[in-house]
């Protein structure tokens, strides 16, 4: 079983239509969780950032993540046409091997006209 | 303009050719590794680099390596391509090892081998 666990897509929505991403994991020592966002033919970019439990807001963009359940969520709300790309859920935690990166498989996203 | 830079973007080889793929940041960033990203398996580390001369192995390091002579560069080198080394590699760069500070990625080399 994968540390991370993430549905690959493709999701396709309407543009303006609220977008739900999610991600599951199993190592309980991960503490920060983030998300990336990868255009095609580019390298993945941070888009959001959050520390334990809560809600994270940024514009469009809410992070969520429920350490008890251990389920993080990306939200985008108003989708446009240039949200469309993969999403990658990142976490780690601070000692031994969850010091590093781990990352799901990434959602691809297709926002339409 | 901030950045990780990698070369070449696009590289196509024969088996057991020696390949380096070179990374370089400008951002005086400690902390340096490489992913591959294949479908289905998302990005797994290769090998990462918390400082000049210091290089660890990441998840999947077999077939790969690299050296950190300077801050700023940290090439990965394939001794003897395979074909299971076909992949999308990215070289990443953060200003710390912490978990929490952000990475900066390249924009990727894809590499096949015939």
């Known amino acids: 079983q994968k540390e991370v666990e993430q549905d690959p897509g493709p999701l396709s929505v309407p543009e303006g239509a609220i977008v739900s991403l999610n991600c599951t994991y199993s190592?309980?020592?991960?503490?920060?969780f983030m998300w990336y966002r990868q255009y095609s033919r580019k390298g993945p970019e941070l888009l959001m950032y959050?520390?334990?439990?809560g809600n994270k807001e940024d514009g469009r963009f809410t992070a969520q993540v429920d350490k008890s359940s251990k389920y993080i969520s990306l939200f985008i709300r108003d989708s446009q046409p240039s949200d469309s790309a993969t999403y990658l859920c990142a976490m780690s935690g601070n000692t031994g091997t969850a010091s590093k990166l781990t990352f799901g498989t990434g959602t691809r996203l297709q926002v339409t006209l | 303009e901030a950045q990780v830079t990698q070369n070449p973007r696009y590289l196509i080889t024969v088996t057991g050719k020696k390949l380096t793929v070179t990374c370089s940041q400008n951002?005086?960033?400690?902390?340096m590794s490489w992913y591959r990203q294949d479908p289905g398996l998302g990005l797994r580390q290769i090998y990462y680099?918390?400082?000049?001369?210091?290089?660890d192995k990441g998840d999947v390091p077999e077939g790969y390596k690299v050296s950190r002579k300077e801050k700023r560069n940290f090439p990965l080198i394939l001794e003897s391509p395979s074909p299971n080394q076909t992949s999308l590699y990215f070289c990443?760069?953060?200003?710390?090892?912490?978990?929490?500070?952000?990475?900066?990625f390249g924009q990727g080399t894809r590499l096949t081998v015939v």
């Open positions: 680099s918390m400082n000049v001369e210091v290089t």
């Open positions: 959050t520390y334990s439990s």
């Open positions: 951002m005086n960033h400690e902390y």
């Open positions: 990443a760069s953060s200003l710390y090892g912490s978990p929490n500070t952000e990475a900066f």
């Open positions: 190592n309980s020592a991960f503490q920060y």
